[in-house]
């Protein structure tokens, strides 16, 4: 795609003046209005509780062990992404690839546990329609399961499929840029579920 | 696609040979910016025009309610207009489409996607978006969603039917055609955030050197700031349509009280919810909302402005800062939407100030706007026309507004006629007549050919002397009391009897607006392929850069590396030797 690159600038250079190259910075505004996205949802979750009669102490009716084993298995999964991402610059593709299949694997497990999760909820008869709290804590974190499914396919094409990027002009450089962006995102979802966690959980 | 662009890259293995692209790949499956800007000028045209005439069936039903529609009423079938009389259901479908595919489907995508797409890279010295793909799947995002929402009229119950506001509760028991409303919305939604993320990137980063933020025009400040309204104000809309799609399907009660009545009794749901939750989250993308549809609009009628007074905009670097903090603020004022919620009084009291000073940059900038009138040597053409009729309309609208601001005003005005007066002063005889000045204005730019100017006239004064004719009497009868809504046009209610009279004005006005808008309709397909042909890739004469590309623009858009030197509305320098400087020249 090299005439693509002419064509269109700063695709793998930053710009000076904004330090930032056209993916970073689109993520980046992305990033903005998912935390808009994620913002209505949290308030909205403050204003129903406010409102309400009754609400149930979370920390009873909610597994919170699985909940803090899972916050831990997504920050190693982030962890391992900085270090995929770390080996890449080094351009050590086989450590690359490694530390990718342990952010995809953790990712999984954390859909495992979260799906357990829902088991025993949906076991002791507890519903989205069964009270307003069940129903905004399957919402949230439903709609962040469907972020970390995103994520696992995002990711999966760049740790296999999509290495063949990097044979193209340019496309070393370029693809250590897609991987960051594909990061950043990444890391994003982590931090919606330590908010997801301390919010539906402890609180 | 110009052969200076062929000749530096043929030599290139990976040359995506543009110029040898396929009818469908060129003209409909198309990254070029420029064509999916007219791909989205097609289609908000025709969402605007459909919309339209959804409310001139509407204004039958309110002039003459209960007689049934003359020659086309028999076509609709026996579901919404039996005899050719209209149902209170098909009335209020009518009157939530309107809204919806007006405001969603027709004038913000043609003042944002469509202008925004077409100009942003050319007035910036760009050669496409920083995202082109990224772009066609915004269009055609918006055009799925929208063809969504046009087929929920083909359910059996027919569209949703709850306003364009959607407010829970009536919507989360209201039938099938709220799902769909809800799915396409989502699926618009996500076509406007991701060309806003779009734009914005394109607007840092994508700027030709010389360019600097001061250098930018007003019209593209508009887009960014509109740009950043869309892109932080749409996800909680979003947020709250996933929570409506689950009460709706999954038995939820997020916006259902305990205790509900409905019909009669007490409706079969899990309770537990709150209401007035969908009517917060609705309207913090409702109010920035309405800023996204004015603000492209301003910022083309500056650049008609500036480009037909030969002058510079006064009070330029004012208008910047003003557009800054009007979208800062507009995040801030949405409850004054909510006032007879039964909010506190300290809440109204924050929202009622917010209110007030949202009105000052406003204010500033169409000032400024009427300043650089001042010793201009105005020329008369059918754009200018139009963004001169926009400043005195805005005004209005704006100025009407004021008293929906204040709660103690707005408690007897909440809900009448007036609130939609006000609103379509700002929108129709302000914004759309804004955006006509537009198409008329970059027309050339885009064809190579002008639009007939006798037609344009013909287009521009009934158009303006109806639009006041349909708006004006609906403040006075909302200041008379009588209410929105209505599937009869007020005639249940006595204390109405005096002002009912008004209601065939209005409509025979709305009628004969449409059919000023046919002069229109023939004048842009004429004109496409048969009007005047301008003799200079500049025919206005203007100093910013969209002019300095060829005539219409290909693939990449300049001939030749671009480097800005000056403002964009160098226009009359002392010692130049014409009365513009385009910014890309180094030499007055």
């Known amino acids: 795609m090299s005439e693509t690159e002419e064509f269109i600038p700063y695709i793998v250079k930053p710009r000076e003046d904004t330090g930032l190259y056209n993916a970073k910075f689109g993520i980046w505004l992305f990033l903005a209005s998912e935390v808009m996205l994620f913002g209505s949802l949290f308030s909205a979750y403050i204003l129903l509780r406010v409102g309400s009669f009754t609400w149930p102490v979370q920390s009873e009716i909610q597994n919170v062990a699985i909940g803090a084993i899972n916050s831990v298995v997504l920050l190693s999964s982030s962890i391992f992404f900085i270090r995929a991402w770390v080996a890449l610059k080094a351009d050590d593709i086989a450590k690359y690839k490694r530390f990718m299949y342990l952010v995809i694997l953790f990712a999984f497990i954390f859909l495992f546990l979260k799906g357990v999760e829902y088991y025993q909820h949906f076991s002791h008869h507890e519903y989205p329609k069964t009270s307003v709290f069940l129903a905004i804590y399957f919402l949230m974190t439903g709609l962040h399961a469907l972020h970390i499914i995103g994520g696992i396919l995002v990711n999966s094409y760049y740790a296999g499929p999509g290495l063949y990027l990097r044979d193209k002009p340019n496309g070393k450089q370029w693809f250590i840029n897609r991987v960051e962006v594909a990061g950043l995102y990444w890391h994003f979802v982590d931090l919606v579920w330590i908010f997801l966690f301390s919010t539906l959980y402890l609180l | ?150 087929s929920s009229f083909f359910l059996p119950n027919g569209p949703a039917s709850n306003g364009w506001t959607s407010y829970s509760p009536l919507s989360d028991i209201a039938h099938d055609g709220q799902t769909i409303w809800l799915f396409s919305m989502a699926i618009i939604i996500i076509s406007s955030l991701l060309s ?270 109806t639009m006041n004719l349909v708006f004006f009497p609906m403040l006075i009868q909302g200041l008379m009391g009588l209410n929105r809504r209505m599937y009869d046009g007020g005639a249940t209610y006595a204390f109405n009897h005096d002002i009912l009279y008004w209601n ?30 301008v003799n200079s890739d500049n025919p206005w004469q203007s100093a910013t850069l969209e002019w300095a590309t060829p005539t219409p623009p290909g693939h990449g858009n300049f001939t030749h590396p671009i480097t800005v030197y000056r403002d964009p509305y160098s226009y009359s320098l002392p010692g130049a030797p014409k009365d513009y400087s385009p910014q890309d020249q180094k030499e007055i």
């Open chain 2, 196 to 465: 806003s993320l779009n734009f914005i990137t394109t607007i840092f980063n994508l700027r030709a050197p010389g360019m600097t933020f001061e250098r930018l025009p007003f019209f593209i400040w508009a887009q960014l700031i509109t740009a950043f309204l869309l892109l932080l104000a749409f996800p909680p809309l979003e947020g709250a349509a996933f929570l409506q799609l689950c009460d709706r399907l999954l038995g939820t009660s997020f916006f259902l009280p305990t205790g509900l009545f409905v019909n009669g009794h007490i409706a079969n749901i899990s309770g537990g919810g709150n209401a007035l939750l969908w009517q917060h989250l609705f309207w913090f993308l409702g109010h920035p909302e309405v800023y996204v549809i004015i603000l492209p609009a301003l910022g083309i009628v500056t650049e008609i402005i500036a480009c037909n007074t030969r002058k510079s905009i006064a009070g330029f670097g004012m208008m910047r800062w003003s557009i800054i903090f009007l979208g800062f603020l507009s995040f801030v004022v949405w409850s004054h939407h909510t006032y007879l919620t039964g909010m506190g009084t300290n809440i109204t009291a924050f929202f009622q100030t917010t209110t007030m000073i949202i009105s000052i940059p406003s204010v500033i900038i169409v000032s400024a706007l009427f300043i650089t009138l001042w010793g201009g040597s105005i020329r008369f053409n059918v754009p200018m026309l139009f963004a001169l009729a926009f400043l005195p309309m805005f005004g209005f609208g704006g100025l009407t507004g004021l008293p929906l601001g204040l709660a103690a005003t707005d408690i007897p005005l909440h809900d009448t006629y007036y609130v939609i007066g006000h609103f379509h002063y700002v929108v129709a005889p302000g914004v759309v007549l804004g955006l006509f000045a537009g198409i008329y204005y970059w027309f050339p730019k885009a064809t190579g050919r002008k639009m007939n100017e006798f037609l344009g006239h013909l287009h521009f004064w009934p158009t303006l002397i």
């Open chain 2, 1 to 150: 696609m110009s052969s200076e662009h062929h000749s530096a890259h043929h030599d290139h293995s990976h040359d995506d040979t543009h110029h040898q692209q396929s009818f469908w790949s060129q003209y409909v499956f198309s990254t070029d910016h420029k064509i999916i800007g007219i791909q989205y000028l097609f289609m908000s045209l025709f969402f605007l025009f459909f919309g339209f005439c959804l409310m001139l069936l509407m204004r039958w039903q309110i002039a003459y309610p209960g007689h049934p529609l003359p020659i086309i009423g028999k076509m609709f079938g026996a579901d919404s207009m039996p005899n050719g009389v209209m149902l209170p259901e098909f009335y209020n479908q009518l009157g939530a489409m309107h809204g919806t595919i007006m405001v969603f489907l027709g004038v913000v995508p043609l003042g944002f996607a469509v202008f925004g797409n077409y100009l942003i890279p050319l007035q910036i010295g760009a050669k496409d978006m920083a995202f082109p793909r990224l772009n066609m799947f915004s269009y055609w995002s918006f055009l799925a969603g929208g063809m969504l929402m046009l």
């Open chain 2, 504 to 533: 065939v004005v209005i409509s025979s006005a709305a009628w004969v607006m449409a059919l000023a808008q046919l002069p229109f309709i023939f004048n842009f397909f004429y004109s496409m392929f048969n009007g005047e042909k």
